[in-house]
């Protein structure tokens, strides 16, 4: 439930309906309208069946929710979140971009990447240090020295850094050295480490699983956005079909979809999405013209030798030519001489 104040509502009438809802046992959260303040009731919306709350003063009118997720939806956030990360917009109009190589394989390779990487006009590294892979037999990354060595890159380039945390064990030195704190796919609907992970407050990039539904995926944000994280951003990242020319089948009309059901900025991961690099250039561009907030590509300094994943990474030419062409199609999507595309 979403209580609408007045735009005449004093502050005397905002702390009396807050009083109001935490008086039942739920929980009151305000956001700031276009116009107007909004309460937001979190939990059982049944207790305030004995409030009439539509009668107290400043009140203009209550909505109920009808998603299961309430933190996550638009209904209950009406404006689009802009998460900034130290001066780094996401989801405003420039779209963002995360890239780097799947996993951090030595220190060498990652300062090489970073370079690449802030060359081509990116905001953010990415780079595994802990990687879940599905043979235990598989590179599983170089941990807490990963970790560093993204630090390091961070240092000599300016680059935020986002990278994966896959244990609640692991989210006090993720959270340490990083600056966003990616879930991924195949942890999409671990609640424990995605409470553990909301508590901390720092940025998280929720990947969608495999199979996951999208009402699923936002209410696995839910849970991140319930423990007190609300800087939580949502990554298309391809989903399991019967297809098997792709490495899975990226959902494009996910982002129309969340845009449309979620105030959480969006982006979308093509090299997994495809797992093919040279599927990454056009799907990024559509990804952009779909209205995600960002990109997370796959680049490496010698893909025909990454330790994982190098079959949809791309080289530094490649990445410096998707680069190239997204700057030029966001700016077009958003010049102000030309009519606006409107989704």
Excluded at 83 to 112: F, Y
Excluded at 202 to 226: F, H, Q
Excluded at 227 to 235: A, N
Aim: charged share 25%; hydrophobic share 40%.
């Amino acid at each position: 439930m979403v209580i609408i104040m007045n735009p005449e509502a004093t502050a005397e009438n905002i702390s009396e309906v807050i009083r109001t809802i935490e008086g039942v046992g739920l929980e009151a959260k305000i956001m700031e309208g276009a116009q107007q303040k909004i309460v937001g009731v979190i939990g059982d919306k049944t207790r305030m069946a004995s409030v009439a709350i539509d009668a107290l003063p400043g009140v203009d009118h209550s909505v109920s929710i009808s998603k299961s997720y309430k933190l996550a939806s638009r209904e209950f956030h009406p404006q689009s979140t802009i998460i900034n990360i130290d001066g780094v917009k996401i989801g405003g109009e420039t779209p963002v971009v995360m890239a780097g190589p799947c996993a951090v394989e030595s220190r060498k390779q990652i300062l090489e990447a970073a370079e690449i990487i802030k060359e081509g006009g990116a905001q953010f590294l990415r780079g595994g240090a802990y990687k879940p892979r599905t043979s235990p037999y598989s590179f599983q990354g170089l941990e807490i020295e990963g970790l560093k060595y993204l630090a390091e890159a961070r240092e000599k380039t300016g680059l935020k850094i986002v990278t994966e945390v896959t244990t609640v064990e692991g989210i006090d030195p993720v959270a340490e050295y990083s600056d966003v704190m990616q879930i991924g796919a195949r942890n999409m609907q671990n609640f424990g480490l995605l409470k553990e992970v909301g508590k901390r407050g720092k940025p998280v990039m929720l990947k969608r699983g495999l199979a996951a539904t999208i009402d699923e995926w936002l209410n696995a944000a839910e849970y991140i956005m319930n423990e007190g994280t609300q800087d939580v951003i949502l990554c298309e990242r391809g989903i399991r079909t019967y297809e098997t020319y792709t490495r899975n089948t990226l959902d494009m009309s996910a982002v129309a979809a969340v845009k449309h059901l979620s105030h959480l900025p969006i982006v979308v991961d093509p090299s997994h999405g495809t797992g093919k690099w040279r599927m990454i250039k056009p799907m990024a561009f559509a990804a952009i013209a779909a209205g995600a907030d960002g990109l997370m590509m796959e680049v490496h300094p010698n893909p025909a030798r990454a330790l994982s994943d190098g079959s949809q990474s791309l080289t530094a030419e490649n990445y410096r030519e998707v680069m190239a062409g997204v700057k030029k199609l966001a700016k077009f999507i958003h010049d102000e001489n030309l009519n606006p595309i409107v989704y």
